[in-house]
């Protein structure tokens, strides 16, 4: 569930748990005694990383002034506060009803004269539109970062200027984590989700 995470980094960091973590396994051990030490290894990598969890559940995040910082987990936060800040960065221009165009003005700083120091490059220029999909409005972005990250992207903010947790993919909500396939009713409601 990490954002963006190619198929090499989760490999890589069990190779590295297996060969020197607190439960490594080495040529010295037997079949038996190896698939042993891994599991209890995976058991307690597990238990810790769901107590961090629960322990998550009641904290709260001082850093950020947004209505999610208390729902959203601080990975999350720290991004979408990030997009809200650099959303007034952008410029915007609204072609239609429901579309917007969205980019920014990169100064290129170099030697030469006027006007050639003020000239603005285009590097990206998106297209923001309103889609609706099983009677719900949705706002999507050429950029494709809320389907990469699960999140809305800096233009979103620029246009809209509001922040809800309803805006977020529920993997990155703190009691989706906590509970997710967990026996109780909230946990099985997650996994129909």
């Not at 080495?26 to 597990?46: F, Q, Y």
């Not at 995040?61 to 999350?76: E, I, Q, W, Y």
């Not at 007034?88 to 030697?111: G, P, R, V």
Request: charged fraction near 20%; aromatic fraction near 10%; glycine fraction near 4%.
């Amino acid at each position: 569930m990490s954002m963006q995470a190619k198929t090499t980094s989760p490999v890589e960091s069990m190779n590295e748990v297996t060969k020197h973590g607190p439960h490594a396994v080495n040529s010295n051990m037997n079949l038996s005694k190896s698939i042993e030490t891994m599991a209890v290894g995976a058991d307690a990598r597990l238990s810790d990383y769901s107590k961090e969890l629960m322990r998550e559940l009641g904290t709260s995040l001082r850093a950020s002034r947004a209505p999610t910082k208390d729902v959203v987990h601080r990975k999350t936060q720290y991004l979408m506060d990030q997009n809200w800040d650099k959303s007034s960065s952008h410029k915007y221009a609204q072609i239609s009803e429901e579309q917007w165009l969205c980019w920014n003005f990169y100064l290129k700083k170099d030697q030469r004269k006027f006007p050639w120091t003020t000239q603005a490059k285009f590097h990206r220029v998106w297209t923001i539109s309103i889609v609706r999909k099983y009677n719900q409005i949705f706002a999507k972005c050429g950029d494709c970062y809320h389907v990469e990250n699960g999140h809305p992207c800096s233009c979103f903010y620029g246009i809209f200027r509001i922040m809800d947790a309803s805006m977020v993919n529920i993997q990155h909500l703190k009691t989706y984590t906590a509970h997710y396939g967990r026996k109780m009713e909230l946990g099985a409601a997650l996994h129909v989700t």
